[in-house]
Structures are given as structure tokens and as C-alpha cells.
Nanobody
Framework: QVQLVESGGGLVRPGGSLRLACAASGFTFSSYVMKWYRQAPGNERELVAAVANIGGLTNYADSVKGRFTIHRDNAKNTVYLQMNGLEPEDTAIYYC??????????????WGQGTQVTVSS
């Protein structure tokens, strides 16, 4: 059974930091691109950061570049999102996503349940 379990969310003051973690099980973690998305009330879900399954190449939304860092630990089947310099605009539910393409060309796309991040003074 595929599971993605996020943790590390919470309430933080502007300028503060949080580290989110997503523990994966039930699939071959090292074969999947791992991503973090977020969704704020009234907004569409947006891609925040991604890390490739090979080579560790990363990609970030312009709004978080220089502040957020995505990192994967294949030995622990876990992906992290280090968030520094948090701003009220970062307030959202953060979701972990695992993506790959199967042998038949079908998309394999798994989601966690989300973790709330609130940035407020």
C-alpha cells in the first residue's frame, strides 16, 4: 500500500524556519520524482519544489527560490523541504507528491494528506 506521510508543519512567525518531511512507503522511492506542492485558501495547488530521481536535479517556484531547499534521502525513503525566511504568503497546506511513469507509459502519481503551514505574527 502506497503511503506518503507529511510532518513538520505548524505556526511560525515571519522570518522563521520550518522543515517539512515526507516519509514514503509502498513503492520504489528512488525511482520517483518527488515534489512539494502547496495550496492556500481560494488558490489552486501550485508546485513549490521538485527533486529528480536521478542526479538530484532540483527545481523551484520563483516565489521560493533562495529561501526553500528540497532534499531527498533515498536510504530513508524521505524527502524534505527546508523553508527559511518564511513569509505570510507561504501560508498554505503543503502536500508531498511522488511521480513516475510506469512500464506501460501510464502516470504513477501519489499524494500525501498534507500538512498545514501558517506564517503569522
Amino acid at each position: 500500500q502506497v503511503q506518503l506521510v507529511e510532518s513538520g508543519g505548524g505556526l511560525v512567525r515571519p522570518g522563521g524556519s520550518l522543515r517539512l518531511a515526507c516519509a514514503a512507503s509502498g513503492f520504489t522511492f528512488s525511482s520517483y520524482v518527488m515534489k512539494w506542492y502547496r495550496q492556500a485558501p481560494g488558490n489552486e495547488r501550485e508546485l513549490v519544489a521538485a527533486v529528480a530521481n536521478i542526479g538530484g536535479l532540483t527545481n523551484y517556484a520563483d516565489s521560493v527560490k533562495g529561501r526553500f531547499t528540497i532534499h531527498r534521502d533515498n536510504a530513508k525513503n524521505t524527502v524534505y523541504l527546508q523553508m527559511n525566511g518564511l513569509e505570510p504568503e507561504d501560508t498554505a497546506i503543503y502536500y508531498c507528491n511522488a511521480w513516475s511513469v510506469g512500464m506501460g507509459g501510464q502516470w504513477l502519481d501519489y499524494w500525501g494528506q498534507g500538512t498545514q503551514v501558517t506564517v503569522s505574527s
